[in-house]
């Protein structure tokens, strides 16, 4: 009765109600809100699914993100594997070649001042970073947090890797897709507070057709200019434009599909759920991840802002051919943001289309943000 009784006992203190703690069950109900908006609210659920079930079994079963120096086989946890290769900027570069054979580049070479639509979104990041500075990150640290106001969590893994901040990687990271997954939530107001009725209602006219031979050679220009001046954006630029070669080339279909169907849903399975596992209590619930995750929405509303504050000056200085809520898509959360422009300015006026108009702005936000993350590693000497 003795054996059976210990058995029964080791038992019964191997199940994850002896182990868990207060913040175990705060993330675990954060876990819980996610998956709610993910399925019931549908916010970006192809992000959101994946990393709140990653936060959901790493606060019950830690040991799923395990180094191998922490077990006692020497065999990592599954999720460790997934996670390695996020430092290793495998899977945001692969993020990147699907993005760019699933995206159309024609709006933004149609309308080439998309280009400055983008680059005001940035600001966000910059402006990010002396906040980060001035709260007591150090340089490096304060840059891997700020790329989160580009709202590309691709980016911002690459980012905080290249720059040796891994150990803010998992708050870093789950930060920018979050904000990602919100942008419906966190966008509107801003672009309504910064706009007029008659603004938000402005109808836009159509793009000029794009030849064949354009959308071949802007992926191959682009990757020369921005890789030759910034070699560093090259794991992220090459592969964008890699990916959108595939697509506009004509000549390897089986390639462009690949990239942005299976492998592309793959690499969201992995990374998701293995940025999802680097949300156990102890490495999120922490005076330094509530900081980073403030930063990073500050950030996120900054670029924002100074996106549709900018398309309103262009607004004036072309007698009010642009609608300023495509400014609000120069952020690179590719394409939530440009479909919140939509959203906004249908609501003033159900037959304006801005949609295409705002995937401009919202492709030069991921060259954008891919550029600003190059600036950094060029000032650090990366």
């Known amino acids: 009765m003795s054996y059976v009784g210990e058995t029964l006992s080791n038992l019964l203190h191997q199940t994850a109600f002896f ?13 819980f809100i996610f998956l709610f908006l993910a399925i019931k609210k549908g916010f970006e659920p192809l992000l959101l699914v994946p990393i709140a079930f990653g936060m959901l079994l790493v606060n019950i079963y830690p040991d799923i993100i395990a180094s191998p120096e922490e077990t006692s086989n020497g065999v990592g946890g599954l999720l460790y594997y997934f996670y390695s290769l996020d430092e290793w900027s495998i899977l945001p570069s692969l993020i990147f070649m699907g993005v760019g054979a699933m995206t159309d580049f024609g709006p933004l070479i149609a309308n080439p001042i998309s280009f400055l639509l983008g680059a005001a979104a940035q600001f966000g990041i910059f402006g990010a970073y002396f906040m980060a500075i001035l709260l007591g990150f150090n340089d490096k640290a304060a840059a891997a947090v700020s790329i989160i106001g580009g709202a590309d969590g691709p980016t911002s893994i690459f980012l905080a890797g ?57 992926p191959i220009v682009v990757t020369a200019v921005v890789c030759i001046l910034l070699p560093t954006t090259a794991p992220l630029v090459g592969m964008l434009m890699l990916g959108n070669l595939f697509r506009e080339s004509g000549v390897v279909r089986q390639l462009s599909e690949t990239a942005s169907n299976a492998m592309m849903y793959i690499v969201v399975i992995l990374l998701g759920t293995s940025v999802g596992a680097t949300t156990s209590a102890e490495a999120f619930l922490n005076v330094t991840t509530l900081k980073i995750v403030a930063l990073g929405l500050i950030a996120f509303m900054f670029g924002t802002a100074a996106g549709v504050l900018f398309g309103k000056i ?55 943000t891919a550029v600003a993350a190059g600036v950094f590693m060029a000032i650090f000497g990366i």
């Open 162 to 218: 290249k720059l040796g901040q891994t150990g803010l990687m998992g708050p870093i990271a789950v930060a920018a897709y979050s904000y990602m997954a919100l942008v419906p939530i966190i966008q509107p107001p801003i672009m309504k507070l910064f706009t007029t009725k008659a603004e938000r209602s402005i109808k836009m006219q159509n793009l000029r057709p794009i030849s064949k031979l354009e959308k071949i050679l802007f």
């Open 19 to 31: 182990n868990l703690t207060w913040g175990n069950y705060v993330m675990i109900l954060v876990a």
């Open 314 to 368: 262009l607004c004036k200085v072309t007698g009010g051919k642009i609608n300023p809520l495509i400014g609000s898509a120069g952020v690179s959360a590719v394409p939530m943001a440009a479909r919140v422009s939509q959203k906004v300015g249908a609501e003033e006026d159900p037959t304006n289309f801005l949609l295409m108009h705002a995937m401009g702005p919202n492709v030069a936000g991921v060259i954008g």
